[in-house]
């Protein structure tokens, strides 16, 4: 059973950084390819970062420039840092690793950023 648990999550004036982390109880971390999604009230789950098993990493537009997705694998950890923070990205963010035909999800942890 694969487990993913967020934590970093909190509240924030807008300009503040936070720093998400995701710990994996998997084998062979280093051979998932790690994301994260957020989610705001009353919109739908959508794609923040992603990071491959080879580290090349992607972001949703809104986002560059801003927030940075980093791994440990010898920690079986996943990192969002979010830099500059707005109040648009107020949303319960995921935690989401893919391992073949499998994904699996995180609880989430809520990011409020105050204007």
């Known amino acids: 059973q694969v487990q993913l648990v967020e934590s970093g999550g909190g509240l924030v004036q807008a300009g503040g950084s936070l720093r998400l982390s995701c710990q994996a109880s998997?084998?062979?971390?280093?051979?998932?390819?790690m994301g994260w999604y957020r989610q705001a009230p009353g919109k739908q789950r959508e794609f923040v970062a992603t990071?491959?098993?080879?580290?090349?990493?992607s972001f949703v537009d809104s986002v560059k420039g801003r927030f940075t997705i980093s791994r440990d694998n010898a920690k079986n950890t996943v990192f969002l840092q979010m830099n500059s923070l707005k109040s648009e990205d107020t949303a319960v963010y995921y935690c989401?690793?893919?391992?073949?035909?499998?994904?699996?999800w995180g609880q989430g942890t809520q990011v409020t950023v105050s204007s």
């Open positions: 990071i491959t098993r080879g580290g090349r990493t």
């Open positions: 998997v084998r062979s971390f280093s051979l998932a390819g």
């Open positions: 989401n690793a893919i391992m073949g035909a499998a994904t699996y």
